[in-house]
């Protein structure tokens, strides 16, 4: 993996597909600080208010470094495209995306329960001076497939396959994308502070087995009832390190 330098962020990042990296860690002097929505709000609001938080907070634009979505239903691989091109737009109006490289770590997932009419800002990161700063940073969330192909849908561990043992592959697979990545940007699980799964299959057998084992429960986590964004998909996880989070 290629962990490269957004200097106007103040942070590094995995390099990864063109809508998201694969995660970001927060340069020396810095932190990351998560900030999460009482209530979700529609994506041109959300990117409205972030602007007047950073701007509050004495921080560029460029210092946004990770999104958290939440869309109304699992998106074709057309429409997911579609969306991701909006999305990325967006970005690179705010100078963030250089040369084709977009360093914003990103989870996007769909609400199995009370879904958004349209896709939502759940939460957002950024970057902040700190005197004696805190390691951080922020793993993309991750399904059961690689990225970067032309599609998803030939490339699903066990696709269709929700039984005990599919669920475990795809469990399994996703884990070791999250150690992956982990290991780019010189962490571990011993050094997550949140643990977040999405999925509306049944885990719960594999709980000590696969994921208490692996070390991504260390510190518990947090099970949504969502599911990843592209058709076919059935299990995504992401993980952090962040030195403050706050709701606005």
Request: hydrophobic content about 35%; glycine content about 10%; aromatic content about 10%.
């Amino acid at each position: 993996m290629n962990v490269r330098t957004c200097k106007p962020g103040n942070y590094r990042f995995i390099e990864g597909v063109f809508q998201y990296s694969g995660g970001v860690a927060a340069l020396d002097g810095y932190e990351i600080v998560r900030a999460q929505f009482r209530q979700v709000v529609p994506l041109a609001e959300g990117f409205r208010i972030i602007d007047g938080h950073l701007r509050a907070a004495d921080r560029p634009r460029t210092a946004l470094c990770a999104c958290e979505l939440r869309s109304p239903a699992p998106f074709s691989e057309a429409g997911f495209r579609t969306f991701n091109e909006g999305y990325v737009g967006r970005l690179a109006d705010w100078g963030i995306v250089v040369d084709g490289l977009n360093p914003v770590a990103r989870t996007n997932v769909c609400p199995a329960n009370e879904p958004p009419e349209e896709p939502v800002f759940h939460a957002f990161c950024y970057t902040r001076r700190a005197a004696s700063p805190t390691a951080s940073f922020v793993i993309s969330g991750s399904g059961e497939a690689p990225e970067g192909h032309s599609n998803y849908r030939d490339h699903i561990v066990r696709p269709g396959d929700t039984s005990r043992e599919g669920l475990r592959e795809k469990v399994q697979y996703v884990l070791r994308a999250m150690e992956c990545r982990l290991s780019a940007l010189g962490g571990g699980w011993k050094d997550t502070t949140h643990t977040q799964v999405y999925t509306v299959h049944d885990i719960y057998p594999l709980l000590a087995s696969d994921l208490v084992k692996s070390g991504a429960a260390r510190r518990g986590f947090t099970w949504h009832f969502d599911r990843p964004p592209v058709e076919g998909l059935d299990y995504e996880m992401d993980c952090r390190s962040t030195a403050s989070e706050v709701f606005i």
